[in-house]
């Protein structure tokens, strides 16, 4: 089915519950997103650079799980002024947030995430933010909107 079709038979859109006003809340912290394999060729790929030379200028890898670095409290691609450095490459967790299916699994944490997220619909109930959410998610829980 193409993107064109799913938006006609989709009655619903995610700014109905979600525009993010680029606060950066989401990009500080101590710890970052992992990122799948596809996350770490697209990011290589962004940036022009090869997996050694991204491993030892942005990324953390403990074990198997790949991170960006952190500095000064804060992922690595943060910009104060233009925010992710990084966009088009970022992880797919990193685009999808504050989305995340967990949400619907417990009204606790869509109240946790709606607190640090300025994004989030704040006018809209628990249950119509999931009722969109719902329709704005794939079988494997990211968002095909
Ligand atoms: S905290 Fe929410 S509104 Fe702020 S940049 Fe992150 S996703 Fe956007
Ligand atoms: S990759 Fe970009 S969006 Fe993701 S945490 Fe870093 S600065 Fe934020």
């Not at 596809?38 to 403990?62: A, C, F, H, V």
Request: charged letters at 25%.
């Amino acid at each position: 089915m193409s993107g064109e079709q799913q938006t006609k038979e989709k009655s619903v859109k995610l700014a109905d519950i979600f525009q993010c006003t680029r606060c950066g809340y989401c990009c500080q912290g101590e710890t970052t997103v992992s990122l799948d394999a596809d996350d770490q060729q697209r990011m290589m790929d962004k940036l022009g650079l090869n997996r050694e030379e991204i491993s030892r200028q942005y990324w953390r890898i403990t074990g198997k799980v790949v991170q960006m670095q952190i500095r000064e409290h804060h992922c690595i691609f943060y910009d104060e002024e233009s925010g992710c450095s990084v966009h088009e490459g970022r992880p797919w967790r990193c685009g999808q947030w504050p989305l995340h299916p967990s949400i619907i699994a417990d009204e606790n944490n869509f109240q946790t995430i709606r607190s640090s997220c300025p994004g989030i619909n704040q006018e809209i109930s628990y249950e119509t933010f999931c009722a969109i959410f719902k329709q704005l998610l794939d079988g494997d829980g990211r968002l095909i909107c």
